[in-house]
């Protein structure tokens, strides 16, 4: 689906429905966290390094795929032991990385939230890009946030400040996505359509 969103100009972007793994945290909760001595630009830090681990993997499957494979999953379990040594030494210091269900798009995020925002309240988004894990941390701003279902909220964001690399990372993990919901969708009808001549 193309996105509609102020102006011609933002409808170039695709928007998918997926499961992503990610926090979302306001400005002034991590501005309090620096004050107390955690380093929030460690989170870009982070992501930066991702990247350029999720760039060798990359490279590393074309040319010895099992060492890629190898690679991937010691990045993974080096994640999530950081992930539990996080929880363990600061359980309120920032939220873990949850699953949600989300609508994304090189621009912007819709996702359920148990916490209420203000329209024009500044947050950090922090996601997980599968297959590889890469790490974004994106400075989003509240477009809206209504009343879900269970005391749930709907919240809806404007990716902004985004680098031009980060944003590229997320064009192509759509895109990618995209036409695997596609394919997805060609081999059901083409089940279907198997089943009903038979």
Known sequence: MIEKRSGAERRRFFRIDDRLRLAVRRVADADARAAKGADFGADEFLAGIDRGIAAIIAAARVQAPAVG???QLLNRKLDYVIERLGQLEAPHAAP???EHEVSISACGIGLQSAER???GETLQVELLLPPDDTRLCVPARVVRCRDAAQGAYRLQLDFTGMG????ELLI???VRRQGQLLQRLREQRDARRERAAS
Do not use: G, K, N, S
């Open 96 to 98: 873990p990385l949850a």
């Open 172 to 174: 192509r993990f759509i």
């Open 69 to 71: 494979e190898l690679a």
């Open 117 to 119: 925002y203000e329209a």
């Open 164 to 167: 031009q690399d980060d944003q």
